[in-house]
């Protein structure tokens, strides 16, 4: 039987030698969460599923949606006989949502937050050879704060609520490391200024003797090589400046990348561990209200993306159905995407960078309570934490130009400082400490409570061009469109003139088969926003109206439509959940690439 989703998962640190551990695993649902007590950790498990497919999904074999408290796995591998002189560890893409893992009955790692990936070091259990007995324990209870993103709490899919996802849901994979000095994953930073890439290339220790050596390379061959000692506290530091007739800008219309190799090498020049990666040489920044990549300003017709798939919930079916997501989007005029509510896989991000899609990395922030209206309800810390791996992990991407670690938090401003301000300016500090090259949302929507945030926007989901428009007309006078309470309570920091965009709109409730059956508001199972068009045609005049609003606005930067593919009962998708068309596409395209979409760009 093929391995499912075969290809290498890590695309901007690449090892030759690894192997993937998607397929067939022992599984068992441990619904009261007292596996340890029973035993399973040293047994066989009842039942089998395939990785990396949660189970709640159709490709996992399971396909159990009711909650499940937590989840055991148990798979054994033997260690290819070929990797001597090796460390070898075992990489998780994302377990929702704290998980232990015991290898040949030692525990090994532990981990929280079911976004980001992790890593266990097998140490000497991990001989070439050797037997290796895998088991891990998710626990994903539904019960207190917990980073959930659009995850339901209840049991049944509602509103803009989905199937939870349990356990194991991006590949599993190990892979044989040097046991003197590896590297570990770099950071490149772009500087279009001067035409340099500047890396952070850390190591698993120092290594008197050895050197680090960098090599940039385009489709001619090598561009420039650097060197340093491995030897360093911090880890090497090198700057590679591409010569001014080797120099191609990472853009929308060539994204371009350049090949880049990682070496260590001992004193006698034989290498220790090398890697590939790859890089995007381009810029983001922010010039008053506009927001500009490489100096100039680029209209971003964003769409929101939910990242959920009909068989594999957040789990891609193939890596191609995550080219062709970005291909959709750009079929339908979109030049990127706001991932909403989910850290999607990195191939996504891989995908992105190739195609030129820019896109704004946010967290699944949904369920951590952050935006409570009692004040005296305690979020769960954690989830800092996992946001800043997030960024750890995608700092690299040139196709991310934003990070949004918060959505749609919510309280009244008060005269006196709350949770709620302490949180936002926590993860607004701790992503710009992390981060200092990209703009940082406080958060989308709804309350801003930072007042130096890089970038202010709204949600408004008005269905009528006109009353849209004039909801939107402020922005000229420096008074744009907040969010604010049922009853207009203020939520939000006054606007202080940065770069604005509505980042959530449209949303149009449309359904073609339930609207031959169902006319007006008049409401079935399927969900969306605003009175249902009754015929394609005028679902294609109002997202022409409501996007022509902000694309002759030149005060605007862009913006973001709700939304790419309807998901389970949400129908307000320009296309269908199994990515099928619902409208037709080029109309689609030629309203938002008419002529107001370049008024903007002077």
């Known amino acids: 039987m093929p391995v499912p989703r075969p290809e290498y998962p890590r695309p901007q640190f690449v090892r030759e030698a690894w192997l993937n551990l998607n397929g067939r695993w022992e599984f068992e649902i441990d619904r009261s969460d007292t596996g340890l007590e029973r035993g399973l950790q040293e047994r066989e498990l009842g039942g089998h599923i395939t990785v990396p497919f949660c189970p709640e999904s159709e490709?996992?074999?399971?396909?159990?949606?009711?909650?499940?408290?937590?989840?055991?796995?148990?798979?054994?591998?033997?260690?290819?006989?070929?990797?001597?002189?090796?460390?070898?560890?075992?990489?998780?893409?994302?377990?929702?949502?704290?998980?232990?893992?015991?290898?040949?009955?030692?525990?090994?790692?532990?981990?929280?937050?079911?976004?980001?990936?992790?890593?266990?070091?097998l140490g000497d259990i991990a001989a070439p050879g050797a037997e290796l007995t895998l088991v891990v324990r998710a626990r994903d209870t539904r019960h207190g704060p917990q980073a959930r993103g659009k995850q339901a709490t209840w049991f049944a899919n509602s509103h803009c609520h989905y199937t939870r996802t349990t356990g194991i849901w991006q590949t599993v994979w190990l892979e044989p490391v040097p046991r003197t000095v590896a590297l570990k994953r770099p950071r490149i930073t772009p500087d279009l200024a001067s035409g340099t890439f500047y890396l952070e290339l850390p190591l698993t220790g120092n290594a008197p003797g050895h050197r680090l050596r960098a090599t940039l390379a385009d489709e001619h061959g090598t561009v420039v090589t650097a060197e340093a000692r491995a030897d360093l506290d911090?880890?090497?530091?090198?700057?590679?400046?591409?010569?001014?007739?080797?120099?191609?800008?990472?853009?929308?219309?060539?994204?371009?990348?350049?090949?880049?190799?990682?070496?260590?090498?001992?004193?006698?020049?034989?290498?220790?561990?090398?890697?590939?990666?790859?890089?995007?040489?381009?810029?983001?920044?922010?010039?008053?209200k506009r927001l500009l990549l490489n100096g100039e300003p680029v209209f971003q017709r964003l769409v929101l993306d939910q990242g959920y798939y009909p068989d594999g919930l957040m789990t891609a079916p193939t890596d191609a159905a995550l080219v062709r997501d970005i291909e959709l989007g750009i079929a339908a005029g979109f030049n990127g995407?706001?991932?909403?509510?989910?850290?999607?896989?990195?191939?996504?991000?891989?995908?992105?960078?190739?195609?030129?899609?820019?896109?704004?990395?946010?967290?699944?922030?949904?369920?951590?309570?952050?935006?409570?209206?009692?004040?005296?309800?305690?979020?769960?810390?954690?989830?800092?934490?996992?946001?800043?791996?997030?960024?750890?992990?995608?700092?690299?991407?040139?196709?991310?130009i934003g990070w949004c670690p918060l959505n749609e938090t919510y309280q009244n401003?008060?005269?006196?400082?709350?949770?709620?301000?302490?949180?936002?300016?926590?993860?607004?500090?701790?992503?710009?400490?992390?981060?200092?090259?990209?703009?940082?949302?406080?958060?989308?929507?709804?309350?801003?409570?930072?007042?130096?945030?890089?970038?202010?926007?709204?949600?408004?989901?008005?269905?009528?061009?006109?009353?849209?428009?004039?909801?939107?007309?402020?922005?000229?006078?420096?008074?744009?469109?907040?969010?604010?309470?049922?009853?207009?309570?203020?939520?939000?920091?006054?606007?202080?003139?940065?770069?604005?965009?509505?980042?959530?709109?449209?949303?149009?409730?449309?359904?073609?088969?339930?609207?031959?059956?169902?006319?007006?508001?008049?409401?079935?199972?399927?969900?969306?926003?605003?009175?249902?068009?009754?015929?394609?045609?005028?679902?294609?005049?109002?997202?022409?109206?409501?996007?022509?609003?902000?694309?002759?606005?030149?005060?605007?930067?862009?913006y973001c439509y709700t939304q790419l593919t309807d998901v389970f009962q949400e129908r307000n998708g320009v296309y269908r959940f199994d990515r099928g068309e619902k409208a037709d596409t080029a109309r689609l395209r030629d309203a938002q690439l008419r002529p107001a979409a370049f008024e903007n760009v002077r």
């Open 337 to 400: 995407a706001r991932l909403h509510q989910k850290v999607f896989e990195e191939r996504f991000l891989y995908h992105a960078d190739r195609l030129g899609y820019l896109v704004w990395g946010e967290f699944g922030d949904w369920g951590c309570e952050v935006g409570v209206r009692d004040d005296n309800q305690r979020p769960d810390a954690s989830y800092v934490a996992q946001w800043l791996e997030a960024v750890e992990r995608d700092y690299s991407h040139p196709s991310i």
């Open 59 to 121: 490709l996992s074999g399971v396909g159990d949606t009711d909650f499940l408290e937590a989840v055991w796995y148990r798979r054994t591998v033997t260690v290819p006989a070929d990797w001597t002189n090796s460390r070898v560890l075992l990489h998780f893409g994302a377990v929702d949502h704290d998980t232990t893992v015991w290898a040949n009955g030692v525990e090994v790692t532990r981990h929280r937050g079911g976004f980001t990936p992790f890593t266990a070091d």
């Open 234 to 288: 911090l880890g090497p530091r090198l700057a590679l400046t591409v010569p001014a007739d080797r120099q191609r800008v990472w853009a929308p219309d060539d994204p371009h990348l350049y090949d880049l190799t990682f070496e260590v090498v001992d004193a006698e020049g034989e290498s220790v561990d090398r890697v590939t990666s790859y890089a995007g040489l381009r810029s983001v920044s922010v010039d008053g």
């Open 413 to 558: 401003l008060h005269d006196r400082i709350t949770r709620l301000d302490d949180v936002t300016q926590a993860m607004f500090l701790a992503t710009k400490q992390a981060d200092s090259t990209r703009p940082v949302i406080d958060a989308s929507g709804y309350a801003h409570r930072v007042p130096e945030t890089d970038v202010y926007d709204a949600h408004c989901y008005e269905q009528d061009p006109a009353a849209f428009a004039k909801t939107m007309r402020g922005l000229a006078e420096n008074e744009p469109y907040v969010n604010t309470g049922p009853e207009g309570q203020v939520w939000s920091v006054p606007y202080r003139g940065q770069p604005y965009f509505c980042s959530e709109f449209g949303g149009i409730w449309w359904d073609p088969e339930a609207a031959a059956e169902v006319a007006g508001d008049a409401r079935d199972d399927s969900w969306g926003y605003g009175e249902r068009p009754r015929t394609a045609v005028e679902f294609i005049e109002r997202f022409t109206g409501l996007t022509g609003v902000l694309l002759g606005d030149p005060e605007m930067f862009g």
